[in-house]
Every structure is written in structure tokens, then in C-alpha cells.
């Protein structure tokens, strides 16, 4: 089909447009889901080649899929990325990325106000011998005094969940790459939306595609997008010494020809599907998302006993980000500190209209209290540091009409004084 996409359009219209949307098969407008294990051949010469890469085409789904493909395309489009990877969860993208280039014995330098999950995964590698070093603010300076010769990834989140720290990806960057280290950023609570971390200076970008990518709370996955301009030292990243023929493409090589296939965390063709039709609406759902927390946030603040973390607040410590990085939006997530575990519980029990549920990035309102539920194995010191206390309330806020929510909130924190001792 003819590319009538023009570089200069804007968001919604390349995402809706891309490169990736045109020319499936039988000219359909979305991809067809290929819910397949494996793909026949005419002769085994065919095959031969397909698997020895000397011509295009799938022959396992855990090794590829057109689906998976289309979904792959389309993201890589959107980060501007050299390629993109579609893994079965946000926590499989993660590992996957950080083991292609950790060997036993290498270290990550992270910050610890991370997304529990990740912590969690930091304290597994930690027993395959890959050693995590924990700052508790991602600043240049603090960074650059912690890399050691066996420093061999960066990795942060643009605005760490829950604790709404943003990652100074420029300055980050840039000591990184003096260093010789790449800087991955898991963008999940900011999406190409918000920002390109590529284009800020990161070196590869993780979602978890079960948030706002997906939108819809339908399907877990995850994606890497490898922006391919990282010049590796092979010397350096001996996890990658074997791929050194692929020079800036060795992560993505090592990782689709080699780590990824072997741990067969491949996203499943139907939830790449699910999750490419999700992400047609992205645009449309961050921005209604993104107003509908700052109204709220603002008006929860205005409620003299109730701390609110959200970005867009003057008062918030990483406020200048929102609009240095972040294109004058706050995202999605607010948290709020309701004077203790007893009065947050009544607070989320009173709500109407938010679900209490363990997820972010749904069309919904979600709610959760964090400390009994996603850090519960984490230490005080872990969650103090994530931003997340005994009366802390997590909102994810969604697409309703945020009148019905600040209403809905504003009410619950009202009744919930009623017996409460604070
Ligand atoms: N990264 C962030 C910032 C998250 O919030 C989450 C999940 O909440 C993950 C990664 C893990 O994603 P998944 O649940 O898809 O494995």
C-alpha cells in the first residue's frame, strides 16, 4: 500500500496512520490474529532458510509471529526505536532486557522508589550474582559517584510508580554514556504520550503493555524498543561479545535471536492483538487521564488533612519536570496520605465509582492501598522510599467524568471522619 504518513503529523494521527497499520494480507484494517504454534512450509529448503534468517518469514510463535509483529511495529513507530520486542509482561521485558546485558558478577545502578515488582526482580538477580545498587534520587551526581567498571545498565522509571519521582533523562544520560553504560528507562506510567525517552537521550525503553498501552484491562504484556544508537564496547558488555558483528543492533539481536526465544517469554499472539487495538486510543485516553488526575489532585489537595502526591502540584518536589520532560502533564497516578490505614481502608471501601483492584492504566478508576498489598513484602525502609506509607491511597485515575470523581472522593473523605481516629 502507498505511505501516506507524513513525518510531521502529530500523535494521534501516526498512530492511527503509521507505517506499521498498512498492508496486512487480505488489505484488513487491523492485523489478523495469527493464533498459531507453528507455520507450514512448500519443502524443508523453504524452512531451512527462514530458520538460518536468510529469508523473512515465522516458523514458531515463540520465535516470532506476525501479530506479535504487527503490535511490535507499531510501538517501535511510536518510541521512535531501530526495533521492538513483545514479551510476555512488563516484568518478563525487564528481565529479559537487563539479562542480555548483565552477566554474573555486573551491576545495575537503579533507584529505589521503583514499582515493587522490579524491586523484587533486583533482589532475584542479586542470587544469580548480578548486584543492584539502590540511590534513592536518580540525580546525575548521585549516579555518577556509584558507577564502578562493573557497572554495565542504568535503569530508572521517567515517573516511578507509585512515588512519582521523574528521571532527569538528559543529565542521567549523559553520565552514562560517559561511563560507556546504556540507560534503559521503563516508561510504562508515561507512554510515548507523554515522552520519547529514546529522543531524551535513553538507550532502550520498556513498557508494560498491561497499563496504558493496552488501556483496557484485557491482556498482560510487555515490549523493549531499542533505539539502536548505543555504541556497545564488546570489551565492556561481555554478555553481548558474541553479537559484536551486529554492532549497535547487538542488544536487539541478542535479544530476538538468542535470550528472549531461549526463556520463551513471547507475548501471546491474541494479547498482541488486544493490545494493538488498545493502544489505537492511547492519545485519546492519556489526555482525558492525564486532566481528570490534575482536577482531581487539585481538588483533593484543597482538603486540609489530606497529603496529595501528584506532579502537577506547585509544591511537588519534581514539579519543574512536568514541564522540562513531560509536556506539561502529570500522568495518570495520584497518591494521597489519609492519616492512617484505618481511615485509608474506609476511605477506598466508601468509594463508588474507583475499583479496588492491583492494576494502573485502565479506562477505569482503580484504587489500592499499596502498603498492605504491592510492598507487603518489601521493607519499610523500601516502601518509605517508593513514597508509600501506612495511610497511603493509590489512585489510578481514569476516563469517567471527573466531576462524578472528585465528587465521589471528596464525599468518601468526608464520611470516612466519621469514628475515624486519626
Ligand atoms: N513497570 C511498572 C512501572 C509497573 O507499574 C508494572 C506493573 O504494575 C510493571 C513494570 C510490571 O508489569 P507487568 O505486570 O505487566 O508484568
Redesign the pocket.
Known amino acids: 500500500m502507498g505511505d501516506k504518513v507524513s513525518d510531521d503529523c502529530r500523535f494521534n494521527t501516526r498512530l492511527l496512520h503509521s507505517r506499521a497499520s498498512k498492508g496486512y494480507g487480505q488489505r484488513e484494517i487491523l492485523p489478523p490474529i495469527a493464533q498459531v504454534t507453528a507455520f507450514q512450509y512448500e519443502n524443508m529448503e523453504e524452512l531451512e532458510k527462514v530458520f538460518a534468517h536468510k529469508s523473512m518469514g515465522y516458523a514458531y510463535t515463540r520465535i516470532g509471529n506476525p501479530t506479535m509483529s504487527a503490535f511490535e511495529q507499531k510501538i517501535n513507530e511510536m518510541e521512535g526505536g531501530a526495533g521492538a520486542i513483545c514479551c510476555s509482561?512488563?516484568?518478563?521485558a525487564?528481565s529479559a532486557a537487563l539479562l542480555a546485558v548483565c552477566n554474573s558478577g555486573d551491576e545495575i545502578i537503579t533507584g529505589s522508589g521503583l514499582?515493587g515488582?522490579?524491586i523484587d526482580l533486583f533482589h532475584d538477580l542479586e542470587k544469580l550474582g548480578i548486584h543492584t545498587i539502590f540511590t534513592e534520587n536518580m540525580t546525575a551526581g548521585n549516579i555518577k559517584s556509584l558507577i564502578t567498571d562493573k557497572t554495565k545498565v542504568i535503569f530508572g522509571?521517567l515517573i516511578s510508580?507509585p512515588a512519582q519521582k521523574v528521571l532527569d533523562i538528559p543529565e542521567v544520560s549523559k553520565v552514562a554514556h560517559e561511563a560507556g553504560i546504556p540507560l534503559f528507562v521503563?516508561s510504562?506510567?508515561a507512554t510515548p504520550f507523554i515522552a520519547r525517552p529514546l529522543e531524551l537521550g535513553a538507550d532502550v525503553v520498556i513498557h508494560?503493555t498491561?497499563?496504558y498501552i493496552n488501556g483496557g484491562g484485557n491482556s498482560?504484556?510487555?515490549i523493549i524498543v531499542d533505539g539502536g544508537k548505543f555504541a556497545w564496547d564488546f570489551e565492556k558488555h561481555e554478555a553481548l561479545k558474541e553479537f559484536k558483528k551486529y554492532s549497535k543492533l547487538a542488544f536487539s539481536v541478542r535479544l530476538r535471536t538468542d535470550l528472549w526465544e531461549n526463556l520463551g517469554c513471547c507475548m501471546a499472539p491474541f494479547n498482541a492483538y488486544l493490545s494493538f487495538i488498545g493502544l489505537d486510543t492511547l492519545g485519546l485516553r492519556m489526555e482525558r487521564i492525564c486532566r481528570n488526575a490534575d482536577a482531581l489532585a487539585k481538588a483533593l489537595d484543597k482538603i486540609p488533612d489530606i497529603k496529595v502526591n501528584y506532579l502537577t502540584l506547585p509544591s511537588h518536589p519534581y514539579h519543574e519536570y512536568v514541564e522540562k520532560e513531560l509536556g506539561g502533564l502529570g500522568g495518570g497516578i495520584l497518591n494521597f496520605r489519609a492519616g492512617s490505614k484505618e481511615r485509608a481502608f474506609k476511605i477506598i471501601n466508601l468509594l463508588k465509582y474507583a475499583l479496588i483492584a492491583s492494576n494502573?492504566g485502565d479506562l477505569r478508576t482503580l484504587v489500592i492501598h499499596p502498603a498492605s498489598t504491592l510492598y507487603i513484602r518489601s521493607t519499610e525502609g523500601e516502601m518509605e522510599a517508593a513514597g508509600v506509607y501506612a495511610d497511603t491511597i493509590r489512585v489510578s485515575v481514569g476516563i469517567e467524568d471527573s466531576d462524578d470523581l472528585i465528587r465521589d472522593f471528596t464525599n468518601a473523605i468526608e464520611e470516612s471522619i466519621r469514628g475515624t481516629v486519626l
Request: hydrophobic share 20%; net charge negative; no cysteine.
Open positions: 509482561s512488563g516484568m518478563s525487564i514499582y515488582g522490579t522509571e510508580n521503563d510504562t506510567t508494560s498491561s497499563k498482560i504484556g510487555g494502573i
